[in-house]
């Protein structure tokens, strides 16, 4: 029966029932048992529109299932599953249904075959969402959140706006792949963008993800910006655009990892830097780019969510995820650094690691489409990922100076999830197959060639090189107490600055301008009393019959009134 | 380098105690010898095997090699140049941020390892 319906409904009604279950096994067997036959039931679907509802004149696909939407609603099943397995812990009824609110409209938006319904969804990821953020329950978490909801809300009602002047131009509401020719269009595109972290609209995420709980930050890092991938990719493929703004987003964030403090902070920024090879992808437009944009986004929910568990627990553990305030947690959290050590080789893509057979099949598809300067640029952002989330981060929170912490290991449901999560990382590495298999068109691709696997060893180690020379030669910046200005500061500082000055002018010219008018009102009625009123030099000679006058007009002007009426 | 120099460290969990040497300097500095012969037999094995390519600077010897490398320590020299630029402290947007609060410890389990 449930095969019948949304798969999106069955997270919401799995939310409502956490309604009326007691906390402990009851909920988190919920928690578990959603996904787990959500991804079933996906599994089993046939391809086709398989549900559709009419709203007005429109006609709402509520299930368009094909291999591009089945391989992005399994990774948000399995992302789902490993996110509330490591938040067993997690009594907060808030936190757990937001996150099957959220994970189930993500599931929803990949499967919408229209752009009324992907709306409805998208802004059910924007709503959800929040919550993981304000459930931290600080003053800090409140205003980071509206701040969060203001750029998510925002890029729905940029994708509203697009569909309906898109429906005014074309009649319909499919959605299909567009080209960027009208305002419609490029309001979709830009609502995608934001969603995606497009550079100069992405510092939401950096903003965000560190000032969630702890668990909230694993589960957002999985859904928002993958829907926006899936969104360009449905959407937007082979937009030639896409290429250079993805490779502008593979770079930028490297720079500020580099020198970011809070380690939760960096992998938003190796986030942001991800998303700019799935964006590439997009933008070349091949089967081979398309192939390597879905099989990326689909390790990168993996290595990402158990990079963010592993600091997750050491935060869990310690209360700071600084790179500033840890060091030498190796000794007594050693299970939770071997896990941050896989997600750090599958991101930096070594070899039997997940990313080395996704990551290249966008880098060749540049290639092959003759995109050779950004192939040296995502070869760089290769580099760079390394640097930063490869080595900075499980250096500075597992070894480096030591901090003096002993903190207990991570407790056994985070080290389930993230053993599990880090094997999936390794079997794709070792054995990507089953998720070639699974992805939009039919592979062709070898990625384990002899070229292919010293080339990237050499990237890599000299990269690692670079690192041990920085740092034993003290040139690598120190972890240090403070944060790095970034975009938002336009919006935090300098636009908030801008209106307050603009405020005061206005304040001190209407103040101005009233107490003038004021002061001249009053000056006008006093000189006219002074002369007209009663000790006025005027009144002296008001004849007394003038009164009488007046009143003989007025009495018959209401005579002549009454016989008109 | 430990922060503790007469810990006891029978009580670590077998992996940690296994993996002690990272604190003592003279292995770490072997380590780096070794990471530096690795390094030097990846750069040589480029004249071992027939590579192929895509591009023609691939056909450079070591190129991949010298690309980590050398842009590694532009993106950090880069890096540390934006620093001076960017960098503010820690209050610089508070109350309306999390960098200076402390974790709610409601949410946490500080628990140390030989509790």
């Not at chain 1, 589960?219 to 991938?229: E, G, M, N, R």
């Not at chain 2, 980590?68 to 890096?79: D, E, K, R, T």
């Not at chain 2, 508070?94 to 946490?108: F, M």
Request: glycine residues 8%; neutral net charge.
């Amino acid at each position: 029966m449930i095969e019948s319906l949304p798969t999106a409904f069955l997270f919401f009604a799995g939310a409502a029932a956490l309604y009326v279950l007691p906390k402990g096994l009851a909920r988190g067997a919920m928690l578990l048992a959603v996904p787990v036959a959500a991804g079933l039931v996906i599994w089993n679907l046939p391809a086709g529109n398989l549900w559709t509802a009419h709203l007005l004149d429109l006609e709402l696909e509520f299930m368009r299932v094909d291999k591009l939407s089945r391989i992005f609603a399994l990774i948000f099943c399995i992302a789902a599953f490993l996110g509330n397995l490591y938040a067993w812990h997690v009594h907060d009824r808030v936190q757990q249904v937001a996150a099957l609110l959220y994970a189930g409209s993500a599931i929803g938006a990949v499967f919408a075959g229209d752009l009324v319904t992907l709306f409805f969804y998208w802004e059910g990821t924007a709503v959800a969402s929040v919550f993981l953020i304000w459930a931290r329950r600080s003053e800090g978490a409140y205003h980071t959140g509206m701040r969060y909801l203001i750029m998510q809300i925002g890029s729905g009602v940029l994708l509203l706006a697009g569909t309906a002047l898109f429906y005014r131009e074309t009649g319909s509401i499919a959605f299909e792949k567009m080209t960027l020719h009208s305002l419609g269009t490029w309001l979709i595109f830009l609502a995608f963008g934001i969603k995606c972290a497009f550079p100069l609209l992405h510092n939401w995420l950096q903003d965000a993800y560190p000032a969630a709980t702890i668990t909230g930050t694993v589960i957002l890092s999985a859904f928002t910006t993958k829907l926006a991938v899936y969104a360009l990719a449905r959407g937007f493929p082979g937009t030639e655009l896409l290429i250079y703004v993805g490779a502008v987003m593979t770079l930028f964030p490297i720079f500020f990892a580099v020198i970011e403090n809070d380690l939760r902070r960096v992998l938003a920024y190796s986030l942001n830097n991800q998303l700019g090879f799935m964006v590439v992808g997009v933008g070349v437009g091949t089967e081979l780019a398309l192939n390597g944009t879905a099989a990326h986004a689909f390790a990168h929910i993996l290595y990402k969510a158990l990079l963010f568990m592993s600091i997750g627990a050491v935060m869990f553990r310690t209360g700071t995820a600084k790179g500033s305030e840890l060091g030498g947690l190796y000794k007594t959290m050693p299970l939770t650094m071997i896990f941050c050590v896989v997600g750090a080789a599958s991101i930096s893509a070594f070899p039997l690691f997940s990313g080395f057979v996704t990551k290249s099949l966008i880098l060749s598809a540049s290639v092959d489409e003759g995109y050779y300067i950004v192939w040296g640029v995502l070869l760089f952002a290769s580099a760079g990922v390394f640097h930063h989330s490869g080595i900075k981060i499980p250096y500075f929170a597992f070894f480096a100076h030591d901090s003096g912490l002993r903190p207990k290991e991570a407790p056994p449901h985070m080290l389930l999830a993230m053993g599990a999560t880090a094997f999936l990382c390794i079997a794709i590495g070792v054995y990507p197959a089953p998720l070639y298999a699974l992805l939009p068109f039919e592979v062709q691709y070898v990625p384990y060639t002899t070229s292919h696997v010293i080339t990237q060893l050499q990237l890599l180690l000299f990269s690692a090189l670079a690192f041990t020379v920085l740092m034993r030669t003290g040139v690598y910046p120190p972890e240090m107490r403070a944060i790095n200005l970034d975009t938002d500061w336009i919006t935090r500082k300098f636009a908030s600055a801008v209106i307050t000055t603009l405020a005061r002018a206005t304040a001190v010219v209407w103040t101005g301008l009233a107490t003038f008018t004021q002061n001249r009102l009053n000056t006008i009625i006093a000189g006219l009393y002074r002369s007209h009123g009663p000790g006025g030099r005027i009144a002296k000679v008001w004849p007394t019959g003038a009164m009488v006058i007046w009143i003989a007009i007025l009495l018959g002007a209401t005579l002549i009134l009454n016989f008109v009426s | 380098m430990s922060d503790r120099p007469n810990e006891n460290h029978d009580t670590l969990p077998a992996l940690g105690r296994a993996m002690l040497w990272v604190d003592n300097k003279n292995h770490v500095t072997r380590f780096v010898y070794g990471l530096y012969l690795v390094c030097a037999g990846l750069f040589l094995t480029d004249f071992l095997y027939r590579k192929y390519t895509y591009v023609d600077v691939e056909n450079i010897p070591g190129f991949y090699a010298m690309y980590g490398f050398f842009l590694s320590v532009g993106l950090v020299i880069c890096a540390k140049w934006m620093r001076k630029v960017l960098q503010r402290p820690e209050d610089y947007y508070a109350p309306k941020d999390i960098e200076t609060e402390e974790y709610p410890a409601t949410q946490l389990d500080r628990a140390v390892h030989d509790d």
